[in-house]
């Protein structure tokens, strides 16, 4: 079964880190490229993050540049999103998605992650 | 950034009616629209792809249409399994924008 399972999420303070992480089975990772895309409790869907397929390139939603960083390992089928200096609006249920196409240009998400729950709270 | 504005963005409507939800870029995209439903607790589910493009396993009475700035996704008939939000998102260029949503609720 194709598959994604994010874990990592929790409670930290504001200015701290968390490093969420994606696990994929079912299929290979190093065929896609991926996403994290969040939802803020009571708000939409924002893209907050994209790698390609052999983390050569990555892209960040301007709200998390330079704080948040995407990186994988093909070879353990997994994907990370590295999250520091946090803030308190970076509260969010995280997910994974694996990319249909490139990493600028594609045709959508089309396999999820449940999603991992970052409060940033002090 | 592009920018995607949806309307409306909540909707009551019956079980067999048929709804209309529109998606407006700020800038021509192609046909690099999805469309994305969304259950409260469970992942988003791509619904169709490339505007018009039905994902496996979606019903048929689900359609996209629409090329350039306007989109629309219709439900031809809705099934009390269809309430839920509703998203469009570019995927012309990277940061991949959604609209804000359609809370689309029964009467």
């Known amino acids: 079964e194709v598959q994604l399972v994010d874990s990592g999420g929790g409670v930290v303070r504001p200015g701290g880190s968390l490093r969420l992480s994606c696990a994929a089975s079912?299929?290979?990772?190093?065929?896609?490229?991926m996403s994290w895309v969040r939802q803020v409790p009571g708000k939409g869907l924002e893209w907050v993050s994209g790698?390609?397929?052999?983390?050569?390139?990555?892209s960040y939603a301007d709200s998390v540049k330079g704080r948040f960083t995407t990186s994988r390992d093909n070879a353990k089928n997994s994907l990370y999103l590295q999250m520091n200096s946090l803030r308190a609006e970076d509260t969010a249920l995280y997910h994974c998605?694996?990319?249909?196409?490139?990493?600028?240009?594609?045709?959508?998400?089309?396999?999820w992650g449940q999603g991992t729950t970052v409060t940033v709270s002090s | 950034d592009i920018q995607m504005t949806q309307s409306p963005s909540s909707l009551s409507a019956s079980v067999g009616d048929r709804v209309t939800i529109t998606c407006r870029a700020s800038?021509?995209?192609?046909?690099?629209l999805n469309w994305y439903q969304h259950k409260p607790g469970k992942a988003p589910k791509l619904l169709v792809w490339?505007?018009?493009s039905l994902q496996r396993g979606v019903p048929l009475r689900f359609t996209g249409s629409g090329s350039g700035t306007d989109f629309t996704l219709t439900i031809s008939s809705l099934q009390p399994e269809d309430f839920a939000s509703y998203y469009c998102?570019?995927?012309?260029?990277?940061?991949?924008?959604f609209g804000q949503g359609t809370r689309l609720e029964i009467k």
């Open positions: 490339a505007a018009s």
């Open positions: 800038q021509s995209i192609g046909t690099y």
């Open positions: 079912g299929f290979g990772l190093d065929d896609y490229a």
């Open positions: 790698i390609n397929w052999n983390g050569g390139s990555t």
């Open positions: 998605a694996r990319v249909v196409g490139d990493l600028r240009v594609n045709y959508g998400m089309d396999v």
């Open positions: 998102q570019q995927s012309y260029t990277s940061p991949g924008t």
